[in-house]
């Protein structure tokens, strides 16, 4: 079983469009993360639950909002869509303090 | 945060030894050093913790002078499966929620045949 999974894998998409990308986490961890890296591979920290309540939201832009439904999911819904948005968006997961588990990460293409 | 700094590349050959330095001369007295392993359309993936000294796992090992002031990661036997980007982090450990977990650009290992 995967412990960190993501979708779309892949994600093609026009400027102006609102997209959504799933997380599920099956390792009981009570801390989510979304994390941004791109096209130089920079890995940035967007946002980070913990057991549902937002924790970290770092200089992201109000286009991108995370949602919890609980504490096994993070979504994340970006409207609007720019250029500037293409990257690829990774979600993770962790223990309070613990190491980080990664998605395989969602390729966002915005055209 | 203690900020690290790490070679931006390095090659080596199959079989050889790779020992990937980083510097994180602000270390606090309760970080803790953990390096992180990079694939190719993968998210990264824990390798190895330390606070002092040695520490090692069947993956690699991870030197940390008494100082701390800099970590060595050694991949020992490297094979062209490990070509990747190595991360170093500096963070406490603890109650905290991800805020300390700041990746830098990472060294970009390419092991040749």
């Known amino acids: 079983d995967t412990a960190v999974s993501q979708t779309p894998k892949y994600l093609v998409t026009q400027m102006g469009n609102d997209k959504s990308i799933k997380c599920e986490q099956n390792?009981?961890?009570?801390?989510m993360y979304w994390y941004k890296q791109d096209s130089k591979k920079f890995l940035k920290i967007m946002f980070s639950y913990n057991n549902k309540e937002l924790i970290i939201n770092e200089t992201v832009p109000n286009r991108f909002s995370p949602k919890s439904p609980d504490k096994a999911h993070l979504n994340l819904h970006i409207n609007s869509l720019e250029l500037g948005d293409s990257a690829v968006y990774f979600c993770?997961?962790?223990?309070?303090?613990?190491?980080?588990?990664f998605g395989e990460g969602s390729r966002l293409t915005v055209l | 945060l203690a900020k690290t700094t790490q070679p931006i590349s390095m090659d080596s050959y199959e079989g050889q030894e790779v020992n990937i330095t980083c510097s994180h001369n602000?270390?606090?007295?309760?970080?803790?050093i953990t390096w992180y392993q990079q694939f190719p359309s993968q998210g990264p993936r824990f390798i190895i913790q330390g606070y002092k000294t040695k520490v090692t796992n069947e993956v690699a090992s991870l030197f940390i002078p008494a100082d701390r002031k800099s970590s060595t990661l050694s991949l020992p036997r490297v094979s062209l499966s490990d070509t990747a980007v190595y991360y170093c982090?500096?963070?406490?450990?603890?109650?905290?929620?991800?805020?300390?977990?700041?990746f830098g650009p990472g060294t970009r290992l390419s092991v040749l045949p």
């Open positions: 993770a997961s962790s223990q309070v303090g613990g190491e980080l588990f």
């Open positions: 602000n270390i606090a007295t309760n970080d803790y």
């Open positions: 982090l500096v963070a406490q450990q603890g109650d905290n929620y991800g805020q300390n977990f700041v």
């Open positions: 390792l009981g961890h009570d801390t």
